[in-house]
């Protein structure tokens, strides 16, 4: 699909946007693969790993999503975009709520319009569990955003851009991730932990690239896809972590839930489920899937994809391997980690 097509990222120097890349490189021969980030640290970084001399096809453009002539620049001649920009950490949302506004919804807004302009085939955006009935300003941004992408797709007109949304939970090891900060305060001898009850839903980075490549192939336009994965136990991670520490009940930050919600009851009356994965449909357009696509049956109207009643629950034992794994990634500096990026 993306062979001699020009692909665009943005936060492409973000942990997603990265493995994307990584992905897009080994995988397919793009005519052009833009990184666009307004970051001019990590993309030179990111050029040190995948030079232009080497990689002939990929462009670091300087930009922010808020820019909608930058956008618009950048965009011309772009066939696919993947939109992974965002400002997701909750504390600071909440403490900057125009800054989260400005890039979660305006910095949409703007990616719509300048994907418009430019005849783009086709828009995938990130999303979040925490966009299904949010509790926090960054859900809230990112329930707005994903709204905005859908209904893209209606007003539209006569153009012929697709536009949809990949909807999934915590990614292990990203940046702000817990088991970084885990590892690190292991040393202490004590874990923090908000809330005993508290569970999260976990995909790994390369489980998201992989479902937002298969979104790109299937997606008709409307769409919230949603991944079928894992949940885990805040405990059961602290103790895959470290057995030895003692576990420190502190309590919930503000804007945090016990439980994450992927669908609610409100949106599964019109959402249908695949064998490794759930669409929910625009509701004016509910009964599209169901005649487009093959191997769909309809939900439940009373199900809901909790991370506390999700039957795939995460055992200590397998998450041990996942701690693993990352620690393996920080010590290889695949994982950029500080305390700094610790909210307080």
Known sequence: MFNDKTVLITGGTGSFGKKMVEAILQEYKPRRLIVFSRDELKQFEMSQRWSTSKYPCIRYFIGDVRDKERLLRAFDGVDYVIHAAALKQVPAAEYNPSEAIKTNVLGAMNIIEAALTANVKKVVALSTDKACNPINLYGATKLCSDKLFTAANVYRGSKETIFAV????????????????????????????????????????EQGVRFVLNVFEIARGGEIFVPKIPSMKITDLASAVAPECRQEVVGIRPGEKIHELLISRDDARH??????????????????????????????????????????????????????????????????????????
Request: proline share 7%.
């Open 166 to 205: 990949v909807r999934y939970g915590n990614v292990v090891g990203s940046r702000g991730s817990v088991i970084p900060f885990f590892l690190e305060r292991s040393k202490t001898g004590v874990l923090p932990i908000t809330d005993p009850q508290m569970t999260r839903f976990w995909i790994t980075i």
């Open 271 to 344: 959402t249908w489920e695949f064998d490794h994965s759930y669409v929910i449909a625009q509701p004016h357009a509910a009964a599209s899937p169901a005649l487009s696509y093959p191997n769909v049956q309809k939900c439940a109207e009373d199900f809901e994809y909790n991370s506390g009643t999700n039957p795939w629950m995460m055992s200590v034992v397998e998450l041990r391997s996942i701690v693993a794994q990352v620690a393996h990634d920080i010590a290889e500096g695949q994982i950029r980690w500080s305390m700094d990026e610790v909210p307080k």
